[in-house]
């Protein structure tokens, strides 16, 4: 078993206490590979920021746990190097089972995810105590969901949204222990949540209802993904096919973030950044086939929509 402090990593619980004392929020960026990796520590230095390096399952099968174990080490190490020990976490994002979450943490994860929201509310409670209860022999944190996002992301996927109750969330906090909480008020997973003419809002009044329930405890976002639209129209030019969707404005992030929303989960929008960018230099210089010359602008388009997102939505800038 390998103790993630022995990787030079940190659990979520002083981060997010600084968080929402601070009125801003974590970023967690998902990866896959070393360049997203490059990406998110490169843009964290330079903004200062703590981050949260985030694994799905379907990234774990990708790129293999023991790479990413020692990717996360070469994070912490990378940082360094840079010239500033900022605190970074390494997350599950929705694991599902306990044995998942169980291997994640032998494997050096300092954070996990069960995710039983898709079980009826006393299946999860019990689901998420088991995780809570083996994790924190470790001193690993752990994040539970009430509620349903829509949309699909890797290996989730649900085609209804249902709301988060707040008269669950303070049982479901006390019943279980669980660190942090995943809600659904609006979010949607993937890069296609919404089409153009509606009006995606994030329902600050259960934000808000929540945040009476149990206060000062952390609250998680995801399918937080804004869906750029010169992005999307940057792939378009260059051949690709995506269809017309939006995301979540930026400006209502900024204000959940300001409340008890202190960790924001970003995908699509890292994957778009990249995609654009390698599009870009396949259309403009076909005859190129050396992978550093189109994964280089990828992981600097990257980079600069991390930092984007750290100081003007997150708020998380100078925060390290």
């Known amino acids: 078993m390998t103790n993630y402090k ?23 960026f998902n990866f896959n590979n070393m360049e997203q990796m490059q990406a998110i520590v490169e843009a964290s230095v330079e903004m200062s920021s703590p981050v949260i390096l985030q694994v799905s399952s379907g990234a774990r099968k990708y790129a293999n ?11 912490v190490e990378y940082a360094k190097e840079l010239g500033k020990n900022i605190p970074i976490v390494l997350h599950l994002d929705h694991g599902d089972t ?28 019990d689901l998420t105590l088991e995780v809570v209860e083996y994790a924190h022999k470790y001193n690993v944190t752990v994040e539970g969901e009430l509620g349903v996002l829509a949309g699909v ?42 089409k153009p003419g509606q009006d995606p809002k994030i329902r600050l009044d259960i ?7 149990i206060p000062g405890f952390p609250i998680v976002l995801h399918g937080s993904s804004s869906v750029p639209q010169d ?18 404005p930026e400006e209502q992030l900024r204000l959940a973030a300001k409340s008890a929303v202190c960790k924001i989960n970003i995908d699509s929008d890292g994957r778009l950044a990249m995609t654009a960018a390698i599009r870009k230099m396949f259309v403009e210089d076909p005859g190129e086939f050396d992978p550093r010359k189109y994964l280089g602008p990828a992981r600097e388009a990257l980079k600069n929509l991390y930092m984007h997102k750290i100081k003007s939505v997150l708020g998380s800038d100078n925060k390290a």
């Open 207 to 213: 934000l808000e209802e929540i945040e009476k329930r």
């Open 98 to 125: 306990l044995e998942l979450c169980k291997n994640c943490i032998e494997y050096g994860f300092s954070s996990v995810m069960i995710d039983g929201s898709h079980h009826e509310y006393n299946k999860n409670v």
């Open 6 to 28: 022995d990787l030079g990593l940190v659990n979520s619980k002083a981060i997010f206490d600084k968080a929402v004392s601070g009125g801003y929020a974590i970023p967690a």
């Open 153 to 194: 992301e890797d290996d989730v996927k649900s085609d209804t949204h249902t709301y988060t109750q707040p008269d669950e969330v303070e049982d479901f906090v006390k019943k279980t222990g669980v660190d942090s909480l995943a809600i659904s008020i609006g979010t949607s997973h993937g890069a296609f949540k919404f």
């Open 231 to 248: 992005l999307v129209k940057m792939i378009n030019s260059y051949g690709g096919k995506l269809d017309d969707a939006i995301g979540i």
């Open 65 to 75: 746990q023991t790479l990413l174990r020692y990717m996360a080490q070469g994070a």
